[in-house]
């Protein structure tokens, strides 16, 4: 039997595929809703993490997964995101709900500067030239005197009139909203007509052009969406931890970025999501064994750093080598097992 279950393009094109789907999500969806009241501050802080690398992995694999074009300067456009906002809302008190956009409009007006190099690179060319860029937005933050250097800015907290946010909970509940629209609007791009030339650039771009795609304008627009998610990841991520410096935005943090859609699955949205899930994931499973066996091997500890860089690298290999479609990949084989039980495919 065969993997497309789809017998029409309006089922093939529909955002929610079946019942099934419609069914989980409103599960999840009342899972989400009420969370707040059974798990602690610090559950609630990883998950708000979570949505946030959601976002930002999202966005990156619009521009990598879905157009072909590699870039290692998403953690600058992260930056951008995170200090157009907190000089926003800091210097001339522009509210939050406004700042945001702007944020994104800024990494996106940017990137689309950053994609122009795009059309004539490819490549490990391309990831040279947005890992410069990345150099350059670190270089300027470290030695601009509005964002105070290595000394780091504080960021006003998210406030609506005289509410204002402070509870995890709160935060929670505000993340995972930006987050369900972020993937909601991806979802919906990729079937239109711009995420259909994407595929077709990433897919073969000589051929695309023959057949009348514009290389310039959707590589460019790919950029351009890609740092406005990642504007606005940055965004929430600064008022979310309430202090940035610039060395949170190094080039580690792209290639943590790199890696979610990796592990997660590239041209995939779910893929961005499992992935950021995982990659945020892991720190806090690390610390939690480590916690867990420090009475019987009191080394571990002072272990944990390496600890953390060799699991991290390990399980990156071993998913390019045995799934390289990624957790979605497995979720994918998992669905057509269920879906053809008990007979073979």
């Known amino acids: 039997m065969g993997r497309n279950f789809k017998v029409s393009y309006r089922e ?15 599960i999840l969806i009342v ?11 610090y559950q609630l802080s990883i998950l708000n993490e979570m949505g946030i690398a959601t976002i930002g992995a999202i966005g990156l694999n619009l521009l990598v997964g879905y157009t072909g074009q590699i870039s290692l300067g998403h953690g600058a456009f992260l930056a951008i995101g995170a200090y ?60 601009w005197d509005l964002t105070q250097g290595d000394l780091g800015m504080r960021v006003k907290k998210i406030g609506l009139g005289d509410f204002v946010i402070k509870t995890e909970g709160q935060y929670f509940y505000l993340i995972m909203t930006f987050a369900a629209l972020a993937t909601i609007c991806a ?17 073969r771009d000589i051929a695309a ?5 514009s290389l310039a304008k959707y ?23 309430k202090w940035i410096v610039p060395g949170s935005f190094d080039i580690s943090l792209s290639i943590a970025y790199i890696a979610m859609i990796i592990m997660g699955g ?10 950021a899930i995982l990659i945020t994931g892991i720190p806090y499973g690390i610390v939690y064994l480590v916690d867990l066996f420090k009475d019987s091997y009191p080394a571990l500890s002072g ?23 990624g957790l979605f990949g497995i979720y994918k084989r998992a669905k057509v097992y269920w879906k053809t039980w008990p007979y073979k495919f």
């Open 303 to 325: 272990l944990i750093v390496d600890l953390k860089l060799g699991i991290f690298g390990l399980i990156i290999v071993v998913t390019l080598l045995f799934e390289p479609q």
């Open 219 to 241: 590589k460019v627009m790919a950029f351009a969406v890609s740092s406005f998610y990642a504007g606005a990841a940055g965004c929430l991520m600064a008022h979310y931890n």
């Open 84 to 143: 157009t906002s907190a000089l926003l809302t800091g210097k001339l008190g522009v509210p939050f709900f406004v700042s945001l956009p702007l944020s994104g409009l800024m990494a996106a007006g940017l990137g689309m500067i950053i994609g122009i190099p795009s059309l004539r690179l490819k490549g490990l060319y391309l990831a040279l030239g947005t890992l410069a860029f990345s150099f350059v937005v670190e270089y300027v933050l470290f030695h």
């Open 31 to 41: 899972l989400m809703m009420v969370s707040p009241f059974f798990l602690s501050r």
């Open 209 to 213: 052009e023959a057949m009348g795609i």
């Open 187 to 203: 979802k919906n791009l990729i079937r239109t007509k711009i995420g259909r030339n994407f595929i077709a650039i990433r897919d």
């Open 266 to 275: 590239l041209g995939t949205i779910m893929g961005s999501i499992l992935g």
């Open 12 to 26: 093939d094109m529909a955002l929610f595929q079946n019942l099934w789907v419609k069914v989980w999500l409103g």
